[in-house]
């Protein structure tokens, strides 16, 4: 995809190499005035474009050049070591830039991610990107010099702790071009059709990323991905369907403006997820992924219905939290006990006034209640 065909040439400009520079100087060298009025620019700006070397050359001024030249638009794009929307400082640019453009399940990821931990506002300021996992973050930026080349970007953090990152709006702009969309806000985005028509493996990295930003996994193998917003919910919920997840219906979270749906297919999504790391490694699921993996080891212990089986992971539920304060998901995937298992036996023990919690964040965290050794050896 050439960047004159999926963005508007009249706003951008760039910076081409020396060898081109000169090659074009060297034919408007005596012509200037003639050539400045046929492609209705002032004589001066070709003197700071090419002579003076001042200022980022517009796109469109190069490509008139080019046309008037009879040169080829595919040696220009070979030699563009930069280029930015007009107007805006040199450092909200896109250095020794991968065109033309391609298509791949990196840039269908990236949609995903500004769908739902980004934006591209409609203020006009650049294209965003929160995300609290510093690792998950970093594939993210990783995607984007894959796919665009050497983005200048930042990161800074907010007072919740999460991770802004902040590049040039052109790249949020030429994703919008690329998938047809019209808006990647909160409430009114919609996912286009052209995410329907691309192959399974864009599919693929589309959800993946979906539920990376917008999903939950638990150790008992509970998936969810929930949006405050119902027709992405559906789309995304019909992208499962064709990749055969098996996904429940979508529903509305009681006194709320929260859509959700289960995915039911853990096999399905293990053998997605497998192929992806392996073929595209910047496409997964990290800690979820990994919450994933344990639910199917969890699921391999035999379990008894017995009062002395139950005593025993009790034991072991005690040994652990005297160790060191854990949560419940903590707790199961040291001991590989189910979470609803490990609910039902910390309330027991709690009502027994052998293990407290405190509340940090969303989470419980659970200790020994200053147990007696008599105490630990009974159960």
């Given at each position: 995809m050439?960047?004159?065909e999926?963005y508007?040439?009249?706003?951008?400009?760039?910076?081409?190499?020396q060898?081109?520079r000169?090659?074009?100087?060297?034919?408007?060298?005596?012509?200037i005035?003639?050539i400045?009025?046929?492609?209705?620019?002032h004589?001066?700006?070709?003197y700071?474009?090419f002579?003076?070397?001042?200022l980022?050359?517009?796109?469109k001024?190069?490509?008139?050049?080019?046309?008037?030249f009879?040169i080829?638009?595919s040696?220009?794009?070979?030699?563009?070591t930069?280029?930015?929307?007009?107007?805006v400082?040199?450092?909200?640019s896109?250095i020794?830039?991968?065109?033309p453009?391609?298509?791949n399940?990196?840039?269908t990821?990236?949609?995903a991610?500004?769908?739902?931990?980004?934006?591209?506002p409609?203020?006009?300021?650049?294209?965003y990107?929160n995300q609290?996992?510093?690792?998950?973050?970093?594939?993210?930026?990783?995607?984007?010099?894959?796919?665009?080349?050497?983005?200048?970007?930042?990161?800074k953090t907010d007072?919740?702790?999460?991770?802004k990152?902040r590049?040039?709006?052109?790249v949020g702009?030429?994703c919008k071009?690329i998938y047809?969309?019209?808006?990647f806000?909160?409430f009114d985005?919609?996912l286009p059709?052209?995410?329907?028509?691309?192959?399974?493996?864009?599919k693929?990295s589309f959800?993946?990323?979906a539920?990376?930003d917008?999903?939950s996994?638990?150790?008992d193998?509970?998936?969810?991905?929930?949006v405050?917003?119902?027709?992405m919910?559906?789309?995304?919920?019909?992208?499962c369907?064709i990749?055969?997840l098996?996904?429940?219906?979508?529903?509305?979270?009681?006194?709320t403006?929260?859509y959700?749906?289960?995915?039911?297919?853990?096999?399905?999504?293990?053998?997605?997820?497998?192929?992806?790391?392996?073929?595209?490694?910047?496409?997964?699921l990290?800690?979820?992924?990994?919450?994933?993996?344990y639910?199917?080891k969890?699921?391999k212990?035999?379990?008894?219905?017995t009062?002395?089986f139950?005593?025993q992971?009790?034991?072991?539920?005690?040994?652990s939290?005297s160790r060191?304060?854990k949560?419940?998901?903590?707790?199961?995937?040291e001991?590989l006990?189910?979470?609803?298992s490990?609910?039902r036996?910390l309330?027991n023990?709690?009502?027994q006034?052998?293990?407290?919690?405190?509340?940090?964040?969303?989470?419980n965290?659970?200790?020994t209640?200053?147990?007696?050794k008599a105490?630990?050896?009974?159960l």
């Amino acid at each position: 995809m050439h960047i004159w065909e999926i963005y508007n040439k009249n706003k951008i400009s760039l910076e081409i190499t020396q060898e081109l520079r000169e090659e074009i100087k060297s034919k408007i060298n005596n012509n200037i005035y003639r050539i400045s009025s046929e492609i209705k620019i002032h004589p001066s700006r070709l003197y700071d474009y090419f002579f003076y070397k001042t200022l980022p050359i517009p796109l469109k001024v190069l490509m008139d050049l080019f046309d008037m030249f009879d040169i080829p638009l595919s040696k220009m794009e070979k030699e563009i070591t930069m280029y930015k929307q007009l107007h805006v400082p040199s450092k909200n640019s896109i250095i020794k830039p991968k065109l033309p453009l391609k298509s791949n399940p990196y840039l269908t990821s990236i949609v995903a991610n500004l769908f739902f931990d980004g934006s591209v506002p409609k203020d006009g300021r650049g294209t965003y990107y929160n995300q609290k996992n510093p690792k998950i973050m970093n594939d993210f930026i990783n995607k984007i010099k894959y796919v665009f080349g050497d983005v200048y970007y930042s990161i800074k953090t907010d007072h919740r702790g999460v991770l802004k990152c902040r590049m040039p709006r052109i790249v949020g702009e030429i994703c919008k071009r690329i998938y047809d969309i019209n808006s990647f806000g909160s409430f009114d985005s919609k996912l286009p059709k052209i995410i329907f028509n691309l192959d399974e493996e864009h599919k693929m990295s589309f959800v993946i990323t979906a539920i990376l930003d917008e999903g939950s996994i638990s150790y008992d193998g509970n998936i969810m991905f929930g949006v405050s917003n119902k027709p992405m919910c559906e789309d995304v919920r019909n992208l499962c369907n064709i990749l055969k997840l098996n996904p429940g219906n979508v529903k509305r979270k009681s006194d709320t403006n929260h859509y959700y749906f289960h995915i039911k297919s853990k096999d399905k999504l293990m053998g997605i997820l497998e192929f992806m790391n392996k073929k595209y490694p910047l496409i997964s699921l990290h800690y979820k992924e990994d919450r994933l993996r344990y639910y199917f080891k969890i699921k391999k212990n035999i379990v008894r219905h017995t009062q002395e089986f139950g005593n025993q992971r009790k034991y072991r539920i005690i040994q652990s939290i005297s160790r060191k304060p854990k949560t419940v998901n903590h707790l199961a995937k040291e001991l590989l006990i189910p979470p609803r298992s490990l609910r039902r036996h910390l309330i027991n023990l709690q009502k027994q006034g052998k293990v407290k919690n405190i509340k940090k964040g969303n989470e419980n965290v659970y200790f020994t209640a200053h147990l007696s050794k008599a105490a630990l050896s009974s159960l």
